[in-house]
């Protein structure tokens, strides 16, 4: 039984997304043919959707910049693990991997901060990207309660991550 299939409730679609709107940008090519089960998993495909659009984004960034070196390696580790985890038979082994995708995610989150910061992307660029990484994050939390017996102790819960950035504009607006 692969992964998948183990994450299916009576529903049918626990560690599943619904549809969303996602950026042009962002789409995977979801008619490519799947030959292991970690293939079939929602969020790798989100986490190979994401890789792709970040190397869109590092061809437009001629400016050599750590944060882009990281950008690049967080995102690859994010599906390399994901997949990773998936051939794990233990549920510790399987949590171990799925772990470090979850911090890989939010490296990639913390860099693409970064990359604004340093004016070399503007922010409405990488709202879309965030927004794939809650996502990403959500989904990686569901798994990791379903094989992890330390998913409580993880500070990520899902809906943790807000969606709506001018929350914290206004925020950061009141301490000034």
Same mark, same amino acid.
């Given at each position: 039984?692969?992964?998948?299939?183990?994450?299916?409730?009576?529903?049918?679609?626990v560690?599943?997304?619904?549809?969303?709107?996602?950026?042009?940008?962002?789409?995977?090519?979801?008619?490519?043919k799947s030959?292991?089960?970690?293939?079939?998993?929602?969020?790798?495909? %989100?986490?190979?959707?994401f890789c792709?659009w970040?190397?869109?984004?590092?061809?437009?960034?001629?400016?050599?910049?750590a944060?882009k070196?990281?950008?690049?390696r967080?995102?690859?580790s994010?599906?390399?693990?994901?997949? =990773?985890g998936?051939?794990?038979?233990s549920d510790?082994?399987?949590?171990?991997?799925? =772990?470090?995708?979850?911090?890989?995610?939010?490296?990639?989150?913390?860099?693409?901060?970064?990359?604004v910061?340093?004016?070399?992307?503007?922010? $409405?660029?990488i709202?879309?990207?965030?927004?794939?990484?809650?996502?990403?994050?959500?989904?990686l939390?569901?798994?990791?309660?379903?094989?992890?017996?330390?998913? $409580?102790?993880?500070?990520?819960? $899902?809906?943790?991550?807000?969606n709506d950035? %001018?929350?914290?504009?206004?925020?950061d607006? $009141?301490?000034e």
């Amino acid at each position: 039984m692969g992964l998948q299939q183990s994450l299916r409730g009576t529903n049918g679609n626990v560690g599943r997304i619904g549809a969303h709107a996602h950026a042009p940008a962002l789409d995977h090519d979801r008619s490519m043919k799947s030959y292991f089960d970690h293939e079939k998993l929602d969020v790798y495909r %989100e986490a190979i959707a994401f890789c792709g659009w970040v190397g869109k984004l590092l061809s437009e960034i001629s400016v050599k910049a750590a944060a882009k070196d990281q950008l690049d390696r967080a995102s690859t580790s994010l599906p390399l693990n994901i997949a =990773e985890g998936n051939g794990k038979f233990s549920d510790a082994d399987r949590s171990r991997f799925l =772990e470090i995708a979850r911090g890989s995610a939010l490296e990639c989150a913390a860099c693409l901060d970064v990359l604004v910061a340093r004016k070399l992307i503007a922010t $409405e660029r990488i709202v879309p990207a965030k927004e794939r990484l809650v996502r990403i994050v959500n989904m990686l939390m569901g798994m990791l309660k379903r094989f992890s017996g330390r998913a $409580e102790f993880l500070r990520e819960d $899902e809906g943790t991550y807000p969606n709506d950035y %001018e929350h914290e504009q206004e925020h950061d607006h $009141e301490h000034e």
